[in-house]
């Protein structure tokens, strides 16, 4: 569920949301803290995550490394912010912030973007890494916007998880996209992530590279925020997405076993 959402919410509405919550689980996932961001999240947004938390008891809740702010200005989308030092100290501070008025952490998700922020000193992984190093979340890894951003930016997504810690990883996200600019023109092309189409094969082929990687338990959401197919065609994507990840499974208990 988008928290956002309901922050203005009628009374009607809540109640049916925590009705929901009762009888399967359900997670909140933000998308206007912005805490990715030299800029400190006001505290009422914090208030109103805190108090929808507290109504519904998610499983979890969750949020972007991104910001969405600045200078008073609203920029309406996730973006992604310089990697710098600034922007993981920011985070860090949001962070503890948040957990602390939430009275849980986040978990917080990796974003695409169409350029390469500027202003960055690092690249992408090491920036994840100095977050998570500073702070107490973990990850809720978004392969579809890992891929897009490893296709745009031509690094190798197989070497981005290589170097996420593995047990820092919690939950993943699956979506589909579409190509925009000159298809014709390798350079002038983006992937653009817009959750509004299937989920891609090389999506999947992560997904079992993470289920090798990854110790724990991971929670696998399919995101589709329109166009949406019928339920079968859904239900085949989750499927597909099962299947991967057992791959991925049986691969680590197939090393564990060699190990032993």
């Not at 891929?147 to 990883?169: C, K, M, Q, W």
């Not at 002038?188 to 338990?217: I, M, Q, S």
Request: charged content about 25%; proline content about 6%; overall charge negative.
């Amino acid at each position: 569920m988008i928290a956002d959402d309901y922050f203005d919410a009628t009374r009607r509405e809540r109640r049916a949301l925590r009705t929901l919550a009762a009888q399967i689980p359900v997670v909140l996932h933000g998308v206007t803290l912005g805490l990715a961001s030299a800029v400190p999240v006001e505290r009422r947004r914090l208030e109103r995550t805190a108090r929808l938390c507290d109504e519904v008891q998610p499983d979890y809740w969750s949020e972007h490394l991104a910001f969405v702010r600045g200078g008073g200005i609203e920029i309406g989308h996730l973006a992604a912010p310089p990697r710098n030092n600034a922007t993981v100290e920011g985070a860090a501070a949001n962070l503890e912030r948040a957990t602390r008025i939430v009275g849980s952490a986040p978990l917080v998700e990796n974003v695409a973007t169409l350029i390469d922020p500027p202003a960055s000193d690092r690249d992408e992984a090491t920036w994840i890494n100095d977050i998570l190093g500073a702070s107490r979340c973990r990850l809720l890894l978004d392969l579809h916007n890992l891929y897009a951003n490893a296709t745009n930016f031509g690094f190798d997504a197989s070497h981005f998880l290589a170097r996420i810690p593995a047990e820092r990883v919690a939950a993943i996200h699956l979506a589909g996209g579409k190509w925009i600019g000159d298809i014709h023109n390798a350079a002038g092309r983006r992937l653009l992530d817009d959750h509004l189409h299937d989920v891609p094969d090389p999506v999947y082929e992560l997904l079992t590279e993470v289920g090798a990687r990854v110790p724990g338990p991971l929670t696998v959401i399919l995101e589709r925020d329109g166009h949406y197919p019928p339920i079968d065609r859904l239900l085949e994507e989750l499927d597909v997405a099962r299947a991967a990840l057992a791959r991925g499974r049986r691969q680590r208990d197939a090393v564990s076993e060699a190990a032993a």
